[in-house]
């Protein structure tokens, strides 16, 4: 026994093997560092407990960690897991720590059958949203993701943010932000028609004529004018009111 720290070798065993205790939590409990706990881990000659097999117990999800199987082909370690739902499964250390498997299946079925809303209009355009500021290989990211713009935590899930922006939606009307500098979240967000979303785009050219802002395209509505005229005159150079005054 340590007389500092009254380190035993049946403590260690109990913290290390039973409890599943990493050495640095055991350091944690006794107060010392963790270079001491490697000391008597060889001199009370107990063997280090791989990483995944630190994972009984825990919770992830709706699964519950109930044994370690073995290492598969893949070289990663297999549990079986008690869902909350009472059916067993197997999951692997990387897919419960990622994430990518939260339970027996059971999860994915309430979803769809809460919203029932899987591969129509608005599902995919919560699904493009996401691409977009999260996929770094999807073509769009770097005017979105690339440049900042991410969406906020809870329209992770799909029900949140119908929840949110159902109200207003319509066919032909696609999701908007309303301030482009800033990210997807219920206060900046609204559905709009496509003419109008092209107005409020970063990269719409504006004018202005006798103290009223519009872009190209309502000029050109306005004044009855091919819109790629008054493009023209804009990339030679023409003030506003040139353009404008002169048609």
């Known amino acids: 026994m340590n007389q500092k720290y009254k380190i035993t070798r049946d403590r260690l065993e109990t913290l290390h093997v039973s409890q599943d205790h990493t050495p640095q939590e055991i350091a944690k409990y006794y107060g ?33 960690v109930k044994e370690f199987i073995g290492i598969n082909d893949d070289r ?39 919203h029932g809303m899987s591969g129509t209009r608005p599902y995919r355009i919560w699904l493009a949203m996401k691409s977009r500021c999260g996929n770094t ?11 900042g713009i991410f969406y906020c935590e809870s329209w992770k899930d799909f029900i ?25 979240f219920p206060q900046n967000c609204k559905w709009a028609f496509v003419e109008e979303q092209n107005n409020n785009k970063r990269n719409s050219v504006k004018l202005t004529f006798k103290g009223l802002t519009l872009t190209v395209t309502e000029w050109a509505k306005r004044m009855d004018l091919p819109r790629g005229m008054i493009y023209a005159q804009v990339n030679r150079g023409w ?9």
Request: hydrophobic letters at 25%; one cysteine or more.
């Open 32 to 64: 010392c560092s963790r270079s001491l706990i490697y000391h008597y881990f060889k001199k009370f000659n107990i063997e280090k407990r791989p990483k995944y097999l630190r994972l009984r117990g825990k919770r992830f999800g709706k699964l519950l």
């Open 76 to 114: 990663n370690a297999d549990w079986l897991c008690k869902c909350d739902c009472g059916n067993e499964t197997i999951a692997t250390t990387t897919s419960l720590r990622f994430g990518t498997v939260k339970s027996c299946g059971c999860l994915q079925k309430e979803k769809a059958i809460i």
């Open 137 to 147: 290989n999807a073509w769009n990211y770097e005017n979105y993701g690339g440049r």
């Open 160 to 184: 949140n943010f119908w929840h949110d922006m159902k109200k207003g939606y319509e066919k032909d009307k696609s999701l908007e932000r309303i301030d482009n500098e800033r990210g997807y």
């Open 239 to 247: 003030s506003d009111e040139k353009i404008l005054g002169r048609n």
